[in-house]
């Protein structure tokens, strides 16, 4: 029967703390020596992949092929087209998946790596732009590639000085940074970005009103000049529990209040039936546009005094006075905003 481990003394705990404080250091400082280095070259990637029609294909072995899927998926996300090709299955028909219109994105930091040598001739045959990331600019890797990003010399954090560690952390740098390059050159937007991310909390947070809101079709409008018993149909007839009102004077239907479930109590009493509807709206009721995002919406309706429980849309292109819509809390709450 094996022994039981022991715990671990307090002088392994700092061990384990120095450890970490290592790899730290080590990778602010090769990312800093990153940044003082980049040149020319790196903005003739970026120009080189702006101008292809197809994909950008990432490609890499071992741990330098994880960053290489990492910075694929981030590349797509923020509006690069891009996959990753594994150098080994390339070999066997995967080279199939590399056309005419793409470029090809590939890591290796020593750049030596065997594997790869099948998709640089099938770069070369296609006359496809190659960037290479790598750490040595007299390697195989870089001496084939159009445009070679070299990586800063990266003292690797493990006791021996061998697992990568340093190195495909400075790899996911540079990745990150040509991605964002390339959102800022193509002026990629918050609703683009959207688009890519429908699920999950990035989702939600870029939902805009425009998504969620009820429209003109469904907005429970009356004229200031209605009677409350009117006012009260119009209210109940609808799931909303409020009635706007309406401006009629013009023909432009401009909003100049509300009426909601508050001021009917405000206002009970016995003649209330018979009042019209400007005698009991609140004037000049809370409104939102419908690009702003709605959860930007539903702070405004749980600040401020009174808080409300729907607001009115308008179309700030348009006549801001003028209702398109309404927003409620419950629609926020279906959006999962919260």
Same mark, same amino acid.
């Given at each position: ?5 022991? *715990? ?31 040149? !020319? ?23 330098? !092929?994880?960053? $290489? ?18 150098? !080994? ?18 890591? &290796?930091?020593? !750049? ?16 496809? *732009? ?14 084939? $590639? ?5 990586? *800063? ?5 493990? *006791? ?16 990150? $940074? ?58 109940? &007839? ?7 009102? $309406? ?92």
């Amino acid at each position: 029967m094996s022994a039981a481990p022991q *715990p671990a003394s307090a002088g392994s705990v700092h061990s384990d703390q120095d450890a970490a404080r290592r790899v730290c250091e080590y990778a602010g400082e090769a990312i800093a020596a990153l940044g003082a280095g980049l040149n !020319g070259d790196f903005s003739r990637a970026v120009d080189a992949i702006l101008n292809i029609k197809g994909r950008v294909i990432v490609s890499g072995m071992g741990k330098s !092929g994880h960053i $290489a899927r990492k910075i694929a998926a981030t590349l797509a996300s923020t509006g690069t087209p891009s996959h990753f090709v594994h150098p !080994g299955e390339a070999s066997h028909g995967d080279l199939g998946m590399v056309t005419r219109e793409d470029a090809l994105l590939m890591l &290796s930091y020593r !750049g030596e790596t065997a594997e790869l040598g099948d998709l640089i001739t099938h770069a070369k045959r296609l006359r496809i *732009p190659l960037i290479g990331i790598a750490g040595n600019p007299q390697s195989t890797l870089l001496q084939a $590639a159009d445009i070679p990003l070299v990586l *800063p010399p990266a003292k690797e954090a493990c *006791p021996m000085g061998l697992a990568p560690t340093t190195s495909t952390t400075v790899m996911l740098v540079l990745g990150d $940074a040509l991605a964002v390059a390339l959102m800022e050159r193509r002026g990629f937007t918050a609703d683009q970005y959207r688009n890519f991310h429908p699920g999950g909390s990035l989702g939600k947070m870029l939902v805009r009103v425009s998504d969620i809101m009820h429209g003109t079709d469904e907005l429970p409008l009356v004229g200031p000049d209605t009677p409350m018993r009117d006012v009260l149909i119009t209210m109940t &007839s609808n799931r909303f529990g409020f009635a706007g009102v $309406a401006g009629i004077v013009d023909a432009d239907g401009k909003l100049i209040g509300i009426v909601t479930d508050g001021d009917l109590r405000r206002h009970m009493e016995p003649a209330l039936l018979d009042r019209k509807a400007r005698d009991v709206m609140t004037a000049s009721p809370k409104t939102v546009p419908a690009s702003m995002l709605a959860a930007e919406a539903l702070t405004i309706m749980n600040t401020g005094s009174p808080k409300v429980t729907s607001v009115f849309v308008v179309d700030p292109a348009g006549d801001p006075r003028k209702p398109v819509g309404f927003l409620s809390i419950h629609d926020c709450l279906r959006a999962g905003l919260s």
